[in-house]
């Protein structure tokens, strides 16, 4: 069994127990293609067998979030997690419109203390845990859009952002309530869409079950935005590269007995990438 799963992860699961529920159902070695942060929910798209090598290849997919942001009150996680303490005053909507476009485009972000992040061979997160100080370095991010929704609450405001992976939201959060003087926390996040993943085709664990789960998974070739090459030289399923007068980048390669995995023309000769039949 081989393809993706779109996993519609519920707040207050983690990503490794949602792929931990498919590896069960499926019987076969399966990865996510990107953390969800427990309390947020949404697309949560996982590799079932061959699929889960491709990961890198997800790792900076655009994304798209339905995020909530509490101002004038802040935690230590910036997110729900930690203990709500006041920060400032609650910004008006169009004082948060006017700095929005600030967080648009190649940005450096500061990784909350509270993440995966790796510092000396721990996660950063069990160092801030364990009350030791954390020193990160900002990260350059993609944001290509930050758009405010609506107020929600006396001092909550929805957005929905657009990003390329490794953004951290509630850091957005944090720096959009400095821009104006003030601090925020996030309250809330929904993935509406992870790459060619998005909400309204994905499935609750709930719902799977051994019987179905096969009903469910998505073919491997069909998200993945490649022109295809039908090779019929076996020579090339033995590692050999053959010559290609295709441009150079990466293909769908396809066998006589169909979709086979990746393969890479680069100066006239085509060779294989990854196997993900």
Known sequence: MTGFLNIYKEAGDTSTFAVSRVKKLTHTPSGHMGTLDPLASGVLPVGVGNAARLFDFFLDKTKVYLAHFRFGVTTDTLDGEGAVRPAG?????????????????EIDQLPPIFSAKSVGGKRSYELARAGKEVTLSPKRVRIEGVELLEQTGADEFSFRITCGGGTYIRALARDIAQKLGTGAYMSGLLRERSGPFSLETAVRLSDLTPENVAEYLIPTDSVLPFPSITVEDKRYFQGVRLPCAREDGLYKIYSAEGFYGLGRVEGGELRPEKKLC
């Open 89 to 105: 005053r609650v910004p008006s909507a169009a004082e948060i419109e006017s700095v929005l476009p600030c967080f648009v485009g």
